[in-house]
């Protein structure tokens, strides 16, 4: 059984929480887990536990998911907030050291929405704290009502990686729901693809064979929701179990 690490969502206690309201709570969306779950994969929730024993947990699994969620703490790109986006500095230093392992211990590791950006901060990258308050000329790419049912073109580059592993998308289009995005790109850090308004997209690390250290903005465990009116989510899941050792 291949087993496949997913790094947790968090909730803190809060006295307002009518369960376990005074507990803190580790999480995953179950749209995730039935993207990363097939026949012969055990899609794996991480403990928020200390570090000597989620060490020996990690070295069990083959990859590592990083799954959306809170915004990051912009203090984990060097930045102090600029307004109500304080982020989750917690968890931020939790999942730089899932990263951290992954990276160094050459485990496959596949970033998704809050994952990507998280993973370019780990390679010295910045973020748009807010979008479109900081950035001129974009669209917004976050809609808390309508959520995964929006969409807009992808701009895949030509030459990339990507472009690879979808030769026949002449006009493709993905999901969106986030309000931050990349700045400064990280060291390592080969653009893939960008949104029409030239925000990125999809990345690949070049340090490592290709596809082995990827990331998205957009949320392929979502694409059930707009179907074939967005892109196919296999190729990247594919991609990254076919990294697995």
């Known amino acids: 059984m291949i087993k496949i690490g997913i790094t947790p969502s968090f909730m803190y206690p809060d006295s307002n929480r009518a369960v376990y309201g005074p507990k803190s709570l580790t999480y995953v969306e179950n749209d995730m887990m039935t993207y990363i779950a097939r026949k012969g994969i055990l899609p794996v929730l991480l403990p928020d536990i200390d570090k000597p024993l989620l060490k020996d947990i990690l070295d069990e699994m083959q990859g590592f998911i990083l799954q959306g969620g809170v915004d990051l703490a ?13 982020g989750d500095k917690y968890r931020d230093d939790y999942e730089l050291q899932i990263i951290d392992y992954a990276i160094k211990n050459d485990k496959p590791i596949f970033g998704i929405c809050r994952g990507f950006q998280l993973m370019n901060v780990y390679f010295g990258g910045t973020l ?12 917004n790419h976050r809609s808390a009502e309508l959520y995964d049912t929006i969409k807009h073109p992808l701009v895949i580059k030509e030459s990339s990686f990507l472009a690879s592993l979808y030769p026949n998308n002449s006009n493709p289009y993905v999901n969106t729901i986030h309000h931050q995005s990349v700045k400064e790109l990280g060291t390592g850090l080969d653009v893939w693809a960008t949104s029409d308004d030239g925000l990125v997209e999809a990345f690949g690390y070049n340090g490592k064979s290709e596809g082995m250290v990827m990331a998205v903005q957009w949320h392929p465990e979502f694409s059930k929701t707009l179907g074939s009116q967005i892109l196919d989510p296999n190729p990247l899941y594919d991609t990254f179990l076919s990294h697995i050792k």
Request: glycine share 12%; charged share 30%; net charge negative.
């Open 128 to 139: 748009y704290q807010d979008t479109l308050t900081q950035k001129e000329g974009v669209n």
């Open 74 to 86: 912009p203090e984990s790109y060097g930045e102090k907030p600029i307004g109500q986006w304080k």
